[in-house]
DNA sequence: ACCTGAACACCGTTCAAGT
DNA sequence: ACCTGAACACCGTTCAAGT
């Protein structure tokens, strides 16, 4: 009855968190639990359906069942979904890499989406914008999740050389102007709650008609 | 003189078109080049630098110097680079699993943030909020190219009995009053196009002062 | 039903040796 | 300077065999 499958899961998730997703290998998955490479292969098609079956574990994590982020207007409900992945995000960053590669296809996911729908819906949103803008949304929110746990909003070494040479070519004029504010570190929580507002604004606005 | 790292990297992008990301092996790509695998590491430091380098080419084709993107006002300037991005991520497909792995460094990179930039100073948006918002539009961009090449954006095979489940017990309210547009397919040119005009709307609502 | 052992066709990378 | 050969320590997966 003990599903042999999620002890597998199990152990892939904490290998993951403790030594990275490379660190995910058959071999080494199959040592931890104590069997040969090939008795996973009883309980899992292939190493990708093992890695969907990973993200999907985290998306069962951060579902809002009974939870705060399932309280309140459709604007606390939506923020706190976002919230909600970017944290789980945060605590699992090997999964940066898996989230955009498969559609929200399992019933938790699908789940999330459903969460995402209804706020949309309650705040007035038009059915026919409403898919798109859960899309919008969402790719949003995975896209800063990922860019931050995946290191693309690092400070960014450029090397220094080349930057001076771009700087006297008369060439990053954009750049020159904002000098001011560039050197200043980001503060990455205060600007993701900037960005939420800025999406609940531009949700307001599409339940008003348009031409 | 002849830059023997540039053959390389025009060898490994040949390869990833033809045969996508996973066929690109430090021993397929010496083999195409009637070399070594070990001559490579001669102009290459290590696969993570060749793949590093890849990223790298893509975006110098894409960034518009001299082109339609460079052209028009903010607004136009703005929406042409997504567009461009969009389009060079369609034609190379394999790039989604590198776009959100590394931060803007490489100096062509700089020269597209450079043009955000310059766009959303000349839209009127205040010093202090441009960095925010060239992180916003270009993660959505990204995300949106990327949620497009890798699949996520598909139609989403559905399990037809979990969902059926869902449905019956009450769940998935959301999907239910939204079967009438969740049922004929997704144009996404148009979903990008209305996506890239939402955000140009936020763009110009920033101008204005607010609390 | 569930697991094992041996094997196949691959990886990235190091190191000493060649010219 | 530039490249090679052999080797190390890995991969995912197939297939026949064991209990």
């Not at 997703?21 to 093992?50: F, I, N, Q």
């Not at 955009?100 to 309650?122: C, G, M």
């Amino acid at each position: 009855m003990a599903d042999r499958r999620e002890e597998i899961l199990d152990a892939a998730l904490a290998l993951a968190d403790e030594a990275g997703l490379d660190a995910v290998s058959m071999r080494a998955l199959a040592d931890r639990l104590g069997v040969t490479p090939m008795a996973l292969y009883r309980h899992v098609d292939s190493k990708a359906d093992l890695l969907d079956g990973l993200v999907d574990r985290l998306l069962v994590a951060f579902v809002p069942v009974n939870t705060d982020a399932a309280q309140g207007d459709w604007a606390d409900r939506l923020a706190g979904l976002a919230r909600t992945f970017r944290r789980t995000v945060q605590s699992h960053p090997w999964a940066a890499q898996l989230l955009f590669s498969r559609p929200a296809v399992t019933p938790d996911a699908v789940r999330a989406v459903d969460v995402l729908y209804s706020a949309l819906i309650e705040a007035g949103v038009p059915g026919r914008e409403v898919p798109r803008l859960e899309r919008m949304i969402s790719t949003f929110v995975i896209g800063f999740a990922v860019s931050e746990a995946s290191g693309r909003f690092a400070p960014g070494a450029v090397d220094p050389r080349r930057r001076r040479g771009q700087f006297c070519d008369g060439e990053l004029l954009g750049h020159r102007r904002l000098a001011p504010w560039l050197d200043s570190p980001t503060d990455l929580n205060a600007e993701f709650e900037r960005d939420l507002s800025d999406l609940l604004r531009l949700v307001e606005s599409t339940t008003r008609e348009r031409p």
